[in-house]
């Protein structure tokens, strides 16, 4: 079973505008990490924060973690047409072996 | 590092004949995770190893499915008999334990049809 659901399921953008995709999930966690995906192609890391971060910033990206509300947000900030993938959340327990439960993904295009 | 390598990329076979999958992980990672993804199901965990022994295989669909690692350096994910229901993108991934980022890998994705 899959424990982050994101929303929304696809997003469709102008290169400049930024993007948000929201995460949410069920269970206790250790970290929460943003993967995206390009058509065709494995899955690539993004980011992590960690149960104890509510914000980390990664180049053009930031992320925010409320564990009170299980969820999390991706923020893309000034949009490019190579920027366009699914993006899939990822949570790791606290009882994890490194163990992560991916949730169905957000489909971004950007169109120049 | 070449990352983690699988193959075939692509491979399509009839129902009812035997599939293999193979992984190379990355060098030094001691982790080794098995996906499925599907448009239906998502990506699902499959199974994964810790210093090549299974840890927990509760994702495998049934028993057509098996997966082995004989070494740091090789997997191996098995379907027999292949069913059309089994087509797929079939992933592999690796991570470090030691690292504080607690990173998979992944590799390209072996694309598995079943007629």
């Known amino acids: 079973s899959q424990q982050g659901e994101e929303d929304p399921q696809a997003l469709s953008i102008q290169e400049g505008e930024n993007a948000t995709m929201n995460c949410s999930y069920k269970t206790s966690i250790n970290n929460l990490q943003w993967y995206r995906q390009n058509s065709g192609r494995g899955l690539v890391h993004l980011i992590l924060?960690?149960?104890?971060?509510r914000e980390k910033h990664s180049g053009r990206l930031r992320v925010t973690l409320d564990t009170s509300k299980k969820s999390s947000s991706l923020l893309i900030t000034a949009s490019r047409a190579a920027d366009t993938a699914s993006y899939f959340c990822?949570?790791?327990?606290?009882?994890?072996?490194?163990?992560?439960?991916f949730g169905a993904g957000t489909q971004v295009v950007v169109t120049p | 590092d070449a990352g983690v390598i699988q193959s075939p990329r692509h491979e399509v076979t009839e129902m009812g004949q035997e599939v293999t999958l193979r992984c190379k992980p990355i060098?030094?990672?001691?982790?080794l995770f098995w996906y499925r993804q599907t448009m239906m199901r998502g990506l699902e965990l499959l199974i994964y190893f810790n210093n090549n022994v299974p840890i927990d295989d509760s994702g495998m669909p049934e028993d057509r499915f098996s997966a082995k690692m004989p070494n740091a350096s090789f997997s191996t994910l098995k379907i027999q008999p292949s069913e059309p229901r089994d087509s797929a993108v079939y992933f592999c991934a690796s991570r470090y334990s030691g690292r504080e980022e607690e990173t998979q890998y992944f590799g390209p994705g072996t694309r598995l049809l079943v007629l």
């Open positions: 924060i960690r149960s104890n971060e």
């Open positions: 990822a949570t790791g327990g606290t009882d994890s072996w490194g163990k992560l439960q």
């Open positions: 060098s030094g990672h001691d982790y």
